[in-house]
């Protein structure tokens, strides 16, 4: 059943709201839609208010500080907002930090998705009507939990793209933790007749992006005359996409998507690290360059470009090489299509850094010192 959303205002859970992907939404859902939302997030490291300035105080908004493996606060939420959609974003989502600490991977994407669907349940047997009948339970993951594809550099001829039904092959604790809660969310629809959709994304990127991860750690970096960490050759390939196009790609499927099925969203921009970081040094150069702000070489000579601040490094343990998103699903089914080219996103995206150092500022508390894996003092 797909649900008819063109005149009616409905109310949106969204979990992890204040995280990168989840703010996005958040604002789309404020900025574009009639829609009325509650953000519930527990506020860990990566969750940040500040991305919601623009938004917090429109009557349309809510916030619940609230872990999803916390069953009774849950139980508190649905009843006293009575969502009519769940969209699921809350998760530990860095690679990095599931190799150097797993567990609270397998708490949050597991236990916590585990939580989140037994109260999501337990909400949906108690509604009537129309309400009960239009109820949906939307579980945002991620490529990564199909593995990764061959690489350029070791098949030759057309690549293969991963697809809805692509086989399960994940590589990290990260991705093996969203592909477990992946299958609950299919089992608890099985099972129990939980109306839910799942969406499969690759690499998002754009502004309130925690700098941990790699574009936003490259323009803050490149700022402070700082190395450049690339793993390995910098050939890992990924699949861009810009998270604004993501945050409204999400928003279609949670209200018009048929239930049960699965959507892939990609970007149709499958760039090589390498590149990604050469191409943020090219507008860094072009916009602020170097010498401007007078930025040091490690010799101590005037910087004169920020291309000479790459620094390769030991590759990640187990690093999937190349990840690429077949869309033609969603694209034919939904009508949704990536509005920004990598180019013109990437642009967009290291100007919002440049504008925003503030929020920057606050993001960085102190505990956190842009390190990458094996870096940690």
């Given at each position: 059943?797909?649900?008819?959303?063109?005149?009616?205002?409905l109310?949106?859970?969204?979990?992890?709201?204040a995280?990168?992907?989840?703010?996005?939404v958040?604002?789309h859902?404020?900025?574009?839609?009639?829609?009325?939302v509650?953000n519930?997030?527990k506020?860990?490291?990566?969750?940040?208010?500040?991305?919601?300035?623009?938004?917090?105080?429109n009557?349309?908004?809510?916030?619940?500080q609230v872990?999803?493996?916390?069953?009774?606060?849950?139980?508190?939420?649905?009843?006293?907002?009575?969502?009519?959609?769940?969209?699921?974003?809350?998760?530990?989502?860095h690679?990095?930090?599931s190799?150097?600490?797993?567990?609270?991977?397998?708490?949050?994407n597991?236990?916590?998705?585990y939580?989140?669907?037994?109260?999501?349940?337990?909400?949906?047997?108690?509604?009537?009507?129309?309400?009960?009948a239009?109820?949906?339970?939307?579980?945002?993951?991620?490529?990564?939990?199909?593995?990764?594809l061959?690489h350029?550099?070791?098949?030759t001829?057309?690549?293969?793209?991963?697809?809805e039904?692509?086989?399960?092959a994940?590589?990290?604790?990260?991705?093996?933790?969203?592909?477990?809660?992946?299958?609950?969310?299919?089992?608890?629809l099985?099972?129990?007749?939980?109306p839910?959709?799942?969406?499969?994304?690759?690499?998002?990127?754009?502004?309130y992006?925690?700098?941990?991860k790699?574009?936003?750690?490259?323009?803050?970096?490149?700022l402070?005359g700082?190395?450049l960490?690339?793993?390995?050759?910098?050939?890992?390939?990924?699949?861009?996409?810009y998270v604004?196009d993501?945050a409204?790609?999400?928003v279609?499927?949670?209200?018009?998507?048929?239930?049960?099925e699965?959507?892939?969203?990609?970007?149709?921009?499958?760039?090589?690290n390498?590149?990604?970081?050469?191409?943020?040094?090219d507008?860094?150069?072009e916009?602020?360059p170097?010498?401007d702000?007078?930025l040091k070489?490690?010799?101590?000579?005037?910087?004169?470009t920020?291309?000479?601040?790459?620094?390769f490094?030991?590759?990640?343990?187990?690093h999937?090489?190349?990840?690429?998103?077949d869309?033609?699903?969603?694209?034919?089914e939904l009508?949704w299509t990536?509005?920004?080219?990598?180019?013109?996103?990437?642009?967009?995206?290291?100007?919002?850094?440049?504008?925003?150092?503030?929020?920057?500022?606050?993001?960085?508390?102190?505990?956190?010192?842009r390190?990458?894996?094996?870096?940690?003092h």
């Open positions: 059943m797909i649900l008819n959303t063109q005149n009616s205002k109310k949106i859970l969204v979990t992890g709201g995280g990168f992907i989840g703010s996005a958040v604002r859902l404020i900025n574009d839609t009639e829609h009325h509650v519930l997030d506020l860990t490291y990566a969750g940040n208010l500040e991305s919601l300035k623009t938004v917090d105080q009557p349309r908004y809510a916030f619940e872990d999803i493996c916390d069953a009774t606060e849950l139980k508190r939420v649905f009843s006293q907002h009575q969502p009519d959609i769940i969209m699921h974003l809350a998760a530990e989502s690679v990095d930090r190799i150097d600490g797993p567990g609270e991977f397998i708490q949050t597991i236990v916590g998705t939580t989140l669907l037994e109260q999501a349940r337990a909400y949906w047997a108690g509604l009537q009507g129309d309400k009960k239009n109820f949906r339970f939307h579980h945002i993951s991620t490529d990564e939990v199909y593995g990764d061959p350029p550099e070791e098949q001829g057309e690549l293969p793209l991963f697809t039904t692509t086989a399960y994940p590589s990290s604790p990260y991705s093996a933790s969203k592909a477990a809660s992946d299958h609950l969310v299919r089992g608890w099985r099972t129990y007749g939980l839910t959709l799942v969406t499969n994304c690759s690499n998002n990127y754009g502004p992006h925690f700098p941990e790699l574009i936003p750690l490259v323009i803050l970096n490149a402070e700082k190395p960490p690339i793993y390995g050759k910098g050939n890992q390939i990924r699949d861009w996409l604004e993501h409204r790609a999400l279609v499927v949670a209200t018009q998507g048929k239930l049960g699965t959507y892939n969203i990609g970007g149709h921009n499958e760039k090589q390498i590149e990604v970081v050469k191409t943020i040094c507008i860094l150069d916009v602020m170097p010498a702000r007078n070489g490690k010799d101590g000579s005037p910087l004169t920020h291309h000479s601040l790459l620094s490094v030991a590759d990640r343990p187990g999937d090489m190349r990840y690429a998103i869309a033609s699903k969603i694209k034919k009508g990536p509005q920004e080219t990598f180019e013109t996103g990437i642009r967009k995206t290291v100007q919002w850094y440049l504008d925003n150092q503030a929020w920057c500022q606050h993001v960085q508390d102190g505990s956190y010192q390190e990458r894996l094996g870096e940690k």
